[in-house]
Nanobody
Framework: QVQLVESGGGLVQAGGSLRLSCAAS????????MGWYRQAPGKQRDMVAI???????NYADSVKGRFTISRDNAKNTVFLQMMDLEPEDTAVYYC????????????????WGQGTQVTVSS
């Protein structure tokens, strides 16, 4: 079994900052891509930022220059530093990881966290 546990969401005023964390645990052999996605009420879930195991990153245009994704491979943890937050950033943020488990001969599988609410007030 694999579990992703997020933390760090909350309520912040526009222009403020938050840092999200997501730790993967369980029967993990290796983790390929890790990332953050978000879903606002009535909207689809969209990619915010992703990072590969060797540190390559990709960001949604709306967060470039304001958000920074990083990871600690030794701790199977991914972070999202969010700066200069805007009311439009309000959403539930989900952690995602493509994980190879220790079960032999099985492909990588996308796992999701339970989500953490980020609310930015104007």
């Amino acid at each position: 079994q694999v579990q992703l546990v997020e933390s760090g969401g909350g309520l912040v005023q526009a222009g403020g900052s938050l840092r999200l964390s997501c730790a993967a645990s369980g029967s993990i052999s290796s983790i390929n891509v890790m990332g953050w996605y978000r879903q606002a009420p009535g909207k689809q879930r969209d990619m915010v930022a992703i990072i590969t195991s060797d540190g390559r990153t990709n960001y949604a245009d709306s967060v470039k220059g304001r958000f920074t994704i990083s990871r600690d491979n030794a701790k199977n943890t991914v972070f999202l530093q969010m700066m200069d937050l805007e009311p439009e950033d309000t959403a539930v943020y989900y952690c995602n990881a493509r994980i190879f488990t220790r079960t032999p001969w099985t492909p990588a599988y996308d796992y999701w966290g339970q989500g953490t609410q980020v609310t930015v007030s104007s």
